[in-house]
C-alpha cells in the first residue's frame, strides 16, 4: 500500500490545504467540494433557478435554456417512472450528442438511477453484452446516426421488439430490458415507445401532482453518492467493465475542471467529443455546472465547426490533435473565423503526429494548448496542462491536478511501493473523483482498488517535483485509437471467432491521423488457411466491432516470435511491433 503522497505544485497560486481522512474502505471522499450533497439533478437544477433564461445546450440550430433542460429532465423522469424505473435501476442510453442526452442523465438522476452511457460506435455484439452485462431495464435510442442503423442491430441483439407490444414486452434474449424508447418510431418494430409519448406521460403525471397538490408527487432522490452513470472500458482484459460513478464524483470533478480551465457562465463551448464518453462527457457538465453555454455537434465537420464558432462568438473549443489539424488544413480556415476562441484542450494521444502540429495549433488558434490525463475509472482532465506554463511543458500529457483533494502516486507496478520522484511507474489514484468499482466485477474491483482508497490505473507514468503528473503508455499495451481505450485482446478473440482463423495477436502501429491503429498478426486455421484473407476478415468483423476495433492491417504468419517465461512461452509483441512502427507514416 503506498503511502499518501502530495502531488500539489509547491507554487503559491496552489498552496490548498490537501488533507484527506483515510478510514480504510471508508475513505472519505467529499474533501473540499462545492456539491457535497447535490445529484447531478439537483446541481443543474440549482443553476438553471440562477441563470433559467442562460442557454445550456445548442444543437442544430435550436437552443435548449437550462429552464427548458431541467423542465423536460424532470417531465422524463416522471415518464420513466411510469414505466417502472426507480432507485437502484439502470437505464440505457445510445444516442448521438444531443439535449436528449443531457435531458436522460437528468432524469435518471432524479430517479436516483445510473445511465449507461453506449458507444455510439457500437455494434450489435457490444450491444448486447452492454444490455446484459448491466442489466438495462430500459433503453433509450434512435433509428440511426451516422449511417450506423440502430434499430436494425437492436432487432438483431432483441429480436421480441419485432414481434411483441410494448406493453407485453419481455424478451428472453436480455430478460433485464422492460423498455425500448425511441426517438424514431418505426412500425415494423412494434415494441418500440416513442420518446414524445414518454414524456408527454411525465407532464400528465406533474400535471396529476399539482392538481393534488403535490400530495402523491414524485420528489428528486438525493443520494449523491448511489451510481448515476456507467461508463464502460475495456480495460486489460477483453471483457469491458462498467464503472460506477457517482454523483458526487461526476458533478464536483466538472466544477473543478471548470475552474481549472477558466470556464465561467459568460463562456460559449464548441465541441464535438461524444458524450458516452468521459472526456465528452466531462466536457458537457463542465459547462452546465459553471452556468456555461455548450454548443453541440454529432459529428466533425470543418466548415459546420468553423460556422458555430463564428455564429455563437465561442469562446473554447475542446477536441482531438486531429480534429483541429483538419481544420488547420480546410480550404477555408483563417485565424479570424476563430478570433473568440480564447481556450481549448486538444487530445494529442498519438506518437504518429509530428511534434510541430502542437505548436501550428497554438500559433493559428492563438491560445495556449493543454492536454488532459483521464480514464473512465476516475474521470477525465484529471491532470490537464497550465495554461501559463512554457510550451515545452505542456506539449507533455497530462500536468497539474486540476484540484487539491486529487491525491496521486506512482508505484511499483508488482509491488506497490511508491517510487521516487522522476521515476516510471504505475499511476495510483486517490480521491472524490474515483468510480465505486466495476459493476458486477467484485473480483476486478478488488484488484484495482484497495481499502485504503487506492486505485491502480494501469498506466505509466511519471511525477515531478512541482507535483505535475505525466502520462507515459498503459502497461497492458492497450491501444488508444481515435480517441478510445481498447485492450488488444478483445480485438484479438474477435478475429479469432471466425472459422478460418487459428490464433491472433494484435499490437499497435503509429498512424499519423488515428492514433495507434491495430494490427492483427494472423495465424491461418491448417484446414481453412486457403478461405481467409483480409477482405473476409474485415467484412467478418464489420458487424461484430465498433469501427475504431478493425484492424488497419492483417498480416498472416505461420507462428508468433516467443520466449519462455515462468508461466510457459510467451508472444514477444515488442518484435510483433516493431515489424509495423513504420508501416502508416507519411
Known amino acids: 500500500m503506498p503511502a499518501t503522497a502530495s502531488t500539489q505544485p509547491t507554487s503559491e497560486k496552489r498552496s490548498h490545504d490537501t488533507t484527506i481522512l483515510s478510514s480504510g474502505s471508508d475513505w472519505l471522499r467529499t474533501r473540499m467540494l462545492a456539491w457535497p450533497d447535490e445529484t447531478l439533478y439537483e446541481g443543474v437544477a440549482s443553476v438553471a433557478t440562477d441563470r433559467p433564461d442562460r442557454a445550456a445546450v445548442v444543437f442544430r440550430g435550436t437552443t435548449w435554456s437550462y429552464a427548458n433542460l431541467v423542465a423536460e429532465s424532470r417531465a422524463l423522469a416522471h415518464g420513466l417512472a411510469d414505466l417502472g424505473v426507480s432507485s437502484g435501476d439502470v437505464v440505457a442510453v445510445w444516442l448521438g450528442n444531443r439535449p436528449e ?18 458507444n455510439t460506435r457500437y455494434r450489435t455484439h457490444e450491444l448486447e453484452y452492454m444490455l446484459s452485462d448491466s442489466a438495462a431495464s430500459v433503453l433509450l435510442t434512435e433509428a440511426s446516426l451516422l449511417g450506423r442503423n440502430y434499430h436494425g442491430m437492436l432487432e438483431t441483439a432483441v429480436p421480441e421488439i419485432a414481434t411483441q407490444s410494448p406493453d407485453s414486452f419481455a424478451p428472453d434474449s436480455i430478460p433485464s430490458l422492460e423498455a425500448v ?29 399539482q392538481r393534488d397538490d403535490g400530495r402523491n408527487s414524485l420528489e428528486p432522490v438525493s443520494d449523491p453518492t448511489a451510481p448515476a ?41 464548441v465541441t464535438t467529443l461524444p458524450f458516452c464518453g468521459i472526456w465528452g462527457y466531462n466536457t458537457l457538465f463542465s459547462h452546465l455546472a459553471s452556468g456555461a453555454t455548450l454548443v453541440t455537434q454529432t459529428h466533425f465537420d470543418p466548415e459546420t465547426t468553423l460556422e458555430l464558432v463564428d455564429e455563437y462568438d465561442a469562446t473554447s473549443l475542446t477536441g482531438l490533435g486531429v480534429m483541429f489539424e483538419r481544420l488547420l488544413e480546410y480550404e477555408s480556415f483563417a485565424r479570424s473565423r476563430v478570433e473568440t476562441i480564447e481556450r481549448g484542450v486538444v487530445g494529442f494521444i498519438s506518437k504518429g503526429y509530428d511534434e510541430t502540429l502542437f505548436e501550428r495549433i497554438e500559433e493559428a488558434f492563438g491560445f495556449p494548448v493543454v492536454q488532459p490525463y483521464g480514464l473512465s475509472e476516475a474521470n477525465s482532465q484529471i491532470f490537464v496542462g497550465d495554461p501559463a506554463d ?26 506497490r511501493a511508491e517510487l521516487p520522484t522522476g521515476e516510471e511507474g504505475e499511476l495510483a489514484l486517490r480521491g472524490y473523483l474515483l468510480a465505486d468499482g466495476y459493476l458486477g466485477k467484485p473480483e476486478a474491483t478488488a484488484a484495482a482498488f484497495d481499502e485504503s482508497g487506492w486505485f491502480y490505473t494501469g498506466d505509466l507514468a511519471t511525477v515531478d517535483d512541482d507535483g505535475y503528473v505525466y502520462y507515459r ?44 491503429v491495430p494490427v492483427a498478426f494472423v495465424i491461418a486455421a491448417d484446414d481453412k488457411g486457403n478461405n481467409v484473407s483480409a477482405a473476409a476478415l474485415e467484412s467478418f468483423l464489420d458487424d461484430r466491432v465498433a469501427d475504431y476495433k478493425v484492424p488497419a492491417a492483417f498480416e498472416f504468419v505461420d507462428e508468433f516470435p516467443t520466449t519462455e517465461g515462468p508461466n510457459g512461452e510467451k508472444v514477444q509483441k515488442a518484435l510483433l511491433r ?6 502508416f507514416t507519411e
Open 229 to 269: 452513470a456507467v461508463f464502460y472500458t475495456s480495460g486489460t482484459t477483453s471483457d469491458p467493465k462498467g464503472c460506477l460513478q457517482s454523483s458526487r464524483s461526476l458533478l464536483n470533478h466538472s466544477a473543478h475542471v471548470a475552474e481549472h480551465l477558466g470556464i465561467t457562465d459568460e463562456d460559449v463551448g
Open 390 to 415: 512554457a510550451m515545452e511543458r505542456r506539449k507533455r500529457v497530462g500536468g497539474p491536478p486540476i484540484h487539491p483533494a486529487i491525491d496521486a502516486t506512482i508505484v511499483d507496478p508488482e509491488t
Open 578 to 583: 516493431g515489424q509495423v512502427q513504420d508501416r
Open 181 to 209: 424508447v425511441s426517438l424514431d418510431s418505426d412500425t415494423e418494430l412494434p415494441a418500440l415507445r416513442g420518446y414524445e409519448s414518454v414524456l408527454e406521460t411525465g407532464r400528465d403525471r406533474l400535471e396529476d401532482e
Open 101 to 118: 442526452w443531457t435531458v436522460c442523465q437528468l432524469a435518471t438522476s432524479f430517479l436516483g438511477a445510473a445511465m449507461v452511457a453506449v
Open 473 to 516: 503508455s498503459r502497461l497492458d499495451d492497450a491501444l488508444r485509437t481515435r480517441g478510445f481505450l481498447v485492450a488488444p485482446r478483445e480485438i484479438g478473440a474477435a478475429v479469432e471467432d471466425h472459422p478460418g482463423v487459428r490464433s491472433c495477436e494484435v499490437v499497435g502501429a503509429p498512424h499519423p491521423r488515428h492514433g495507434d
